[in-house]
C-alpha cells in the first residue's frame, strides 16, 4: 500500500496542481470523522515444505478499527490473533509466540497512520510494503515484513521548504533497525530563483544505516548515493501530466574504498484520473561488494542468509563485481478513477535485474477487482538468484469475496514462507488460511 503512496508523493512534487489526493472508501464530506469497524476469523495452517517436522494450526482472528478525517489523520488498529489448534509439541503456547516474542512485534497492531493532507508534507507509518526511498538505489521495493516472525511498523516522514525536499524512513519504530533519509536540492531554483516548474534539475543525497538490533542481532550496514536527475519531457494538464526524466548516481559504503557502484537510466511517468504507469530502465556497475538497492525486497531474509551456495548474511557475503540491467513497471487502472484508497480495478507492480554473470532477481504483484469490486484476487512472487545454484523462490495468493450487500467477505490465502532460525539459516515452509470478515462502516 506505501509504494502507491510515495509515488504519488514524487509526482505531486513534481506536477504541483494535479487533484490525485487520496480518500478513505466510505462517503462523507471533508470535515466529517469517519470509522470503520471489522473483524475477519481463519483458519490459518502452517507446514513444513521439506524435511522432518509436523504442522500447526491457528484460528486467526483479526479485529480492525480504523477513524479518519479525511486529509487531516487516517488512523488504522488491529493485528492477527493466532491461537493454537493443534501441533507446535508438548508445552507450545495458546498464542503462537513467534508472533509476539519481541518488542517490535508490537508495532503489527499500528496498521495504518497518516498525519497530513497532500504531498509533500506528511507522516505515514504502519507496514512498509515495497517501499522505495525516492531515487531507489538504496531503499527499492522494501518490505520491512518480509521475515514472518518480524512484525514492524516503520514510518516515513517527508516535508519540503524550497529548494529542499526530504524524505526519512525508519522501517522499525520499535526497535533499533533500518534507518534513512535522502535530500534533493533543486538546483535550477538555488542558481536562479523560484521556477513555474520546480525540481526541473535535482541532486540528491542519501544514507540508510542498519542498525541490526531487532529482528535478529546482525553486523551493522551503512550504505550512501548520490544522485542526479534531469526531467527531459513534462506535460501537464487538467487530467493528468507525463513526465520522461534521465538520472545518474554513483554509491559506495563508507570506509570502504574499494565498494562502489554507478548507474544511469531513464524513466517515464503517466498519471491522469484512471491511470497511473510509471516505467523505469536503468543499466549498473557494482564493485566491491556494493549493489544498487541493497535494501531490497529480499532483504529481511538476506540479512541472515542470501540465496545462492554461500550460507552467509548479506553483509558477509561476497558480491561479484560486475554490470546488471534493472527494469521496474508500476500500472494502477481503475475505470471510475483512482481517487478513493485501495479502488483498482487493475494493479500491476513487477521489478527485476538482470547481472551479466547470469544471475537474475526478479519480484511482482498483481490485483485485479471484479463483478462491481465484490471480488478481489492477487498473486505475487519473488525470485531472487535464479539461473545460479541456490536460488531462493516464494509465492502467494489471495482472494476475497463480498456478499450480502458488501458487509460480509469470504476470503482465502495462500503461499510459502521463509523463516530464519537461531543458527542463521532459513526454514522453508508454507501456509494456508481460510475464513470469514464482516465489516461496518459509517
Do not use: C
Not at 519531457?233 to 534521465?246: I, K, M, T, W, Y
Amino acid at each position: 500500500m506505501f509504494m502507491r503512496r510515495s509515488w504519488t508523493v514524487v509526482f505531486l512534487l513534481l506536477f504541483p496542481g494535479v487533484g490525485l489526493a487520496e480518500k478513505p472508501a466510505t462517503s462523507g464530506s471533508d470535515s466529517q470523522w469517519l470509522n470503520r469497524l471489522s473483524l475477519e476469523t481463519t483458519t490459518w495452517t502452517l507446514l513444513p515444505r521439506r524435511g522432518a517436522g509436523r504442522g500447526e494450526g491457528f484460528l486467526q482472528v483479526e479485529p480492525s478499527w480504523v477513524v479518519a478525517r479525511p486529509g487531516v489523520v487516517h488512523l488504522g488498529l488491529g493485528a492477527p490473533v493466532r491461537l493454537r489448534m493443534w501441533g507446535g509439541g508438548e508445552g507450545a503456547s495458546l498464542v503462537r509466540k513467534e508472533d509476539w516474542d519481541t518488542r517490535s512485534d508490537w508495532g503489527q497492531w499500528l496498521q495504518t497512520l497518516t498525519v497530513g493532507g497532500d504531498a509533500p508534507n506528511f507522516l505515514w507509518a504502519g507496514a512498509l510494503e515495497s517501499y522505495t526511498l525516492l531515487s531507489g538505489h538504496l531503499v527499492r521495493r522494501y518490505n520491512n515484513r518480509g521475515n514472518p516472525d518480524y512484525h514492524p511498523a516503520g514510518v516515513v516522514v517527508t516535508g519540503m521548504l524550497r529548494p529542499l525536499y526530504v524524505e526519512a524512513f525508519a522501517s522499525d519504530v520499535l526497535g533499533a533497525r533500518l534507518m534513512g533519509a535522502e535530500v534533493a536540492l533543486d538546483m535550477r531554483h538555488l542558481l536562479f530563483g523560484p521556477a513555474p516548474h520546480p525540481f526541473q534539475y535535482m541532486v540528491s543525497l542519501s544514507a540508510v544505516h542498519d542498525w541490526g538490533k531487532a529482528g535478529g542481532t546482525l553486523e551493522p550496514v551503512t550504505l550512501v548515493h548520490v544522485d542526479g536527475t534531469a526531467i527531459l519531457v513534462r506535460r501537464r494538464s487538467d487530467e493528468g501530466g507525463f513526465e520522461l526524466q534521465a538520472n545518474g548516481g554513483w554509491g559506495g559504503r563508507p570506509g570502504d574504498d574499494g565498494a562502489w557502484g554507478a548507474v544511469a537510466g531513464l524513466g517515464a511517468e503517466y498519471m491522469s484520473s484512471r491511470m497511473d504507469l510509471r516505467v523505469r530502465l536503468e543499466g549498473r556497475s557494482q564493485r566491491g561488494g556494493f549493489r544498487q538497492g541493497a535494501f531490497g525486497p529480499d532483504y529481511e531474509l538476506a540479512r541472515f542468509q542470501v540465496a545462492g551456495p554461500a550460507a552467509l548474511s548479506q553483509a558477509d557475503a561476497p558480491f561479484p563485481d560486475g554490470y546488471s540491467a534493472h527494469g521496474e513497471v508500476i500500472i494502477d487502472w481503475d475505470a471510475e478513477g483512482l481517487g478513493v484508497l485501495g479502488q483498482r480495478h487493475f494493479r500491476l507492480t513487477m521489478g527485476a535485474e538482470v547481472f551479466g554473470w547470469g544471475r537474475v532477481d526478479a519480484d511482482g504483484r498483481l490485483e485485479v477487482q471484479a463483478f462491481r469490486r465484490n471480488l478481489t484476487v492477487a498473486v505475487g512472487g519473488l525470485a531472487v538468484g535464479a539461473g545460479q545454484p541456490g536460488a531462493r523462490y516464494l509465492v502467494s495468493g489471495e482472494a476475497r469475496w463480498r456478499f450480502l450487500g458488501g458487509t460480509l467477505y469470504a476470503v482465502g490465502q495462500g503461499g510459502t514462507l521463509l523463516f530464519p532460525t537461531a543458527e542463521g539459516t532459513l526454514r522453508p515452509g508454507a501456509f494456508a488460511s481460510v475464513g470469514l470478515g464482516v465489516d461496518h462502516a459509517r
